[in-house]
């Protein structure tokens, strides 16, 4: 079973950097891709980044060259560096698991089946 758990959210100002960790205790397979989306008060949760041993990595738009993904298969954990925040990357941040799909690199909240409780990240201008 995924279980997957946030952590490493905080307050930082403009320009500092965070690193989020996601750690599934129930021991995702490594086939699986492992993704981290956000949501800002009163918007939809958007894609961030996604990542499978298979494929590589594909970001948004909006992160790319600021945010690195990353992922420890021994210590079962996905990571998300992110670097020059800025004030609209304010949001709560979700790491999920797609368990169906062996090779695409979604971005589309709706093909992820297993998700985390969240963490939030603030960025103070």
């Known amino acids: 079973q995924v279980q997957l758990v946030e952590s490493g959210g905080g307050l930082v100002q403009a320009g500092g950097s965070l690193r989020l960790s996601c750690l599934d205790s129930?021991?995702?397979?490594?086939?699986?891709?492992m993704g981290w989306f956000r949501q800002a008060p009163g918007k939809e949760r958007e894609f961030v980044a996604v990542?499978?041993?298979?494929?590589?990595?594909k970001y948004a738009d909006s992160v790319e060259g600021r945010f690195t993904i990353s992922r420890d298969y021994a210590k079962n954990t996905a990571f998300l560096q992110m670097d020059s925040l800025k004030p609209e990357d304010t949001a709560v941040y979700y790491c999920?698991?797609?368990?169906?799909?062996?090779?695409?690199?979604?971005?589309?909240?709706?093909?992820?089946?297993?998700w985390g409780q969240g963490t939030q990240v603030t960025v103070s201008s």
């Open positions: 990542t499978r041993w298979s494929s590589g990595m």
């Open positions: 999920a698991a797609d368990s169906r799909r062996r090779y695409i690199l979604s971005s589309d909240k709706a093909d992820y089946d297993y």
């Open positions: 129930g021991r995702t397979a490594s086939t699986y891709a």
